[in-house]
């Protein structure tokens, strides 16, 4: 069997290993989860739930610097970063204490047929697949709705990441979930495969790559099972000619570099229109070439390195393949020679649609400058992608950015700010990179039996 196992990125050393469940485990990790699942006490107590969202979000606060260094261990981001996302996690939790039962209260519906309306109703158990980038951010994002509905759910973490899922499953016992509300499991693909096809999972939420989407959605869609997949991006981030240049660089940078790159919804392709390019990117270089990588630990340190060697020679294979095929490299496109999984913030431009990374996400602080003349040509180069998950537009004309941002096809999109995460705003993409919504009232909505309830007259 293969193990769970933590190995601190800024260094490369084995932290701790966890043994990958048996099938046994498994089966009664399933068999208690469902039980809480069919008890009365938890799906038919809704202030109780919501009192263990309430609790979730002050544990989260309280234990926010403990958790955030699990996090920043384990796969490697600034402290400061990983501060935030416990601190988001926790609005996030507060959110649905305050917001689950108006929205999930029943809606009337009128009818010439007598009384109708609509009940919302908790669907069982759910499988919740979760990648390393933001280790406790993927988790709340569908245990914290779940637990607002009544579902409840297993989650199989990244394998590089599992004491994060043994952490965050510890805070929902703490504040109040029964035992198997919120299950960590380590799981190997075959045996999510196996539970999928168990009559007693009603949904699969997964964020990861296309290949892991493709695969749990197609079993899942066998299965007849309901899924949420959020996938990759190639997002662009637009500068128009009428932009506050500076005010779009400095974005830019955080936009690229934040969490070192490695999130779906970062500023991947600049897109700037010729009459502000070469100011952007001379200020773009400028931005990205000062960045202190260090210790993740160290205040000083602004970018850490990535999350395992394997993503840093992924990288380094594209950043290669994209200059022996014509891109031209303005910076970086270097590991660094030292401990850790450290690569150098990079600048490709003269990106052209036969270079084969043309499509391709760069999982890492790797930015593409390409230069546009007209809005068409903005709006033609943003929808030349397989993906479709947000993006960024920066202009002094309010009117102009929301006519573009309409037409880019995408699930996202904000102006004169970078892509970014709020406990109300849903979050989900088009094309390949997924269906379905987190977050919001949208999020919120996704696992529930929208019942019709007729009562003739």
Known sequence: MSNYRT?????????REYAQHSSDELEAALTLADSVYRSAEWRDEMPRRLDVLRRLGDLLTRDADRVATIITTEMGKPKAEAL????????IALYYAENAEHVLAPKKIESPLGEAW???????????????????YQLIRVVAPAIAVGNTVLMKHAQTTPECGVAFQELCREAGAPEGAVVNIFASNEQISDLIGDPRIQGVALTGSERAGAAVGARASQMLKKAVLELGGNDVFVVLDDADVE??????VSARLFNAGQACTSAKRFVVQKAVAERFTTLVREGMSAQWLGDPFDPHTTMGPLSSEGARDTLEHQVNTAIEHGARLLLGGKRLDRPGFFFEPTLLTDMTPDNPMYGAEFFGPVGQIHIVDTDEDVVTLANDSQFGLGGAI????????????SRIESGMMHINTPSTSRPELPFGGVKRSGFGRELGELGLSEFVNKKLMVVAR
């Open 247 to 252: 005010k779009a660089a400095k974005a830019a």
């Open 118 to 136: 609509i009940e919302n109703h908790p669907v069982g158990v759910l499988i919740a697949v979760e990648p390393w980038n933001f280790p406790i």
């Open 394 to 405: 920066f202009s002094n004309n309010e009117q102009r950015a929301r006519r573009i941002a």
């Open 84 to 91: 935030g996302e416990v601190q988001l996690c926790a609005q």
């Open 7 to 15: 190995l601190n990125p800024a260094d490369g050393k084995l932290v």
